[in-house]
């Protein structure tokens, strides 16, 4: 077994975390504060590639493997973690079903241009009444000749305030379950789609997060995804990969955590000495990086899986579950060492604390992945 990097990766990281560094990075806390959606942080994200990362070259992405996605979501989202997710949902919750179960004339259409970053995605599953339970959707979808017409409302939509495109789950019948879920590519000039209000939030301010609503919303009978019947299949398959994103995102927090730590408390005196020479607060950051460590191993792992294998929901639920409950820990703790400075939004890790927790709720909560984790480790195969 090799730990190394490749050539490419390493490259990747380095050109990623430069980028991050002298554009994304001073720009945060700005952001966080104005909560507006970062256009122009997606469009030079596409410069570099990054909006169709594991898309191929011919539908206009950059054919990177999942650990090198896993770096470059890493590095982002240590600059900007709203970033981070934006990316991510354009890549994993939009570009990978496409590109798994579109058509060629859907690929064409809607992969291109949105792997280019010359327009943003979404992904709405999520509804008032149901997130977890993603199978008890209740939009509704019903074929008049040539077209859908989607009835519902989607909601906490990311990318949702600036998004041209959207994939939506709807229901034939929700009586049928997951049976009766399809998946649709709907464009935001379709009639019958709206915004509803941005949603005011804890953390990751600026991804646009907005409710969908969708009032007899009519999508042309091409538009659909896969078949009929198979959108549950689709969705879950998306979030298999979306969590490996996640998984990268939370990384990237940790560790601007962990550097913000390690810098503050070679700094801070207390009692005569620096705050770092306390062993309390080594054992913080010793545990602080090693848990970081972990994480990165179990994504990368996660995301080689998921190159190589068609199921990988073991892997990505623990790569996502391990690395979101460690990245809680790391902010927390981070917090902790600034003291009271770091409940002052003019250090970083305050904003770093109100950004981690999202990790563990979407995409599926820390609960959902440990039922898939126990769901697959009991299996009979
Ligand atoms: C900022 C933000 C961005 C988001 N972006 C998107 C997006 O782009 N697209 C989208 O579709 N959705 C999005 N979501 C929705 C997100 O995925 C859901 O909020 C999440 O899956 C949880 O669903 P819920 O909020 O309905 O909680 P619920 O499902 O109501 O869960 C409430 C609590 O009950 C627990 N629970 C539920 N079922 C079980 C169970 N069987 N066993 C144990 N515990 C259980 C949960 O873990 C949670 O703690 C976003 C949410 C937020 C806040």
């Known amino acids: 077994m090799d730990f190394h990097l490749t ?8 050109t990623v975390r430069a980028f991050a560094e002298e554009v994304l990075k001073p720009r945060a806390a700005g952001l966080d504060r104005s909560r507006e959606f970062p256009v122009d942080n997606y469009r030079r994200c596409a410069e570099l590639g990054l909006c169709g990362m594991m898309v191929p070259e011919t539908y ?8 090198s996605y896993v770096i470059a ?42 792997a280019r970053g010359e327009r943003i995605g979404a992904y709405c599953l999520t509804e008032p009444q149901c997130g977890s339970d993603a199978a008890a959707l209740s939009t509704l979808a019903r074929r008049t000749g040539d077209r859908y017409l989607l009835k519902g409302n989607k909601v906490f939509v990311t990318n949702g305030v600036a998004a041209d495109t959207f994939v939506v789950y709807a229901t034939l019948d929700p ?6 879920i399809c998946a649709f590519i709907v464009e935001r000039g379709f009639p019958g789609l709206s915004l ?33 019947g198979e959108g549950f299949k689709i969705a879950m398959a998306t979030l298999d990969g979306g969590r490996i994103g996640i998984a990268a995102q939370a990384i990237g927090i940790a560790r601007a955590a962990l550097e913000e730590s390690l810098a503050y408390s070679q700094g801070r005196q207390a009692f005569g000495q620096r705050i770092a020479d306390f062993q309390a607060i080594q054992w913080k ?7 970081i460590e972990a994480a990165r191993l179990l994504a990368y792992r996660a ?29 927390r703790e981070g917090v902790q060492i600034h003291g009271g400075y770091g409940y002052i939004n003019e250090f970083t890790v305050e904003r770093l604390f ?3 927790k999202i990790t563990e709720i979407y995409e599926g909560t820390s609960e959902i992945q440990r039922l898939v984790i126990a769901k697959e480790i009991l299996r009979e195969d």
Request: glycine share 10%; with cysteine; net charge negative.
């Open 7 to 14: 050539r490419e990766q390493d490259m990747l990281r380095e």
């Open 60 to 67: 206009g992405g950059a054919g990177f493997d999942g650990v």
């Open 73 to 114: 979501i890493e590095e982002v989202s240590r600059a900007c973690a709203s970033t981070g997710v934006i990316l991510s949902v354009n890549n994993s919750l939009f570009c990978a079903p496409i590109l798994r179960f579109g058509n060629e004339t859907q690929k064409r259409k809607y992969l291109v241009p949105h």
């Open 175 to 180: 009586g049928l379950r997951h049976k009766g």
């Open 196 to 228: 509803g209000k941005p949603e005011h939030k804890l953390g990751i301010t600026c991804s646009g997060s907005v409710e969908i609503v969708l009032d007899g919303c009519e999508v042309p009978a091409e538009n659909l995804l896969g078949t009929e």
């Open 285 to 291: 950051l010793a545990d602080m990086a090693t848990e």
């Open 303 to 331: 995301a080689w899986t998921r190159d190589h294998r068609e199921r990988c929901s073991l892997e990505t639920s623990m790569a996502k579950l391990f690395a979101s409950e460690a990245c809680m820990r790391a902010a």
């Open 354 to 356: 109100r950004d981690a």
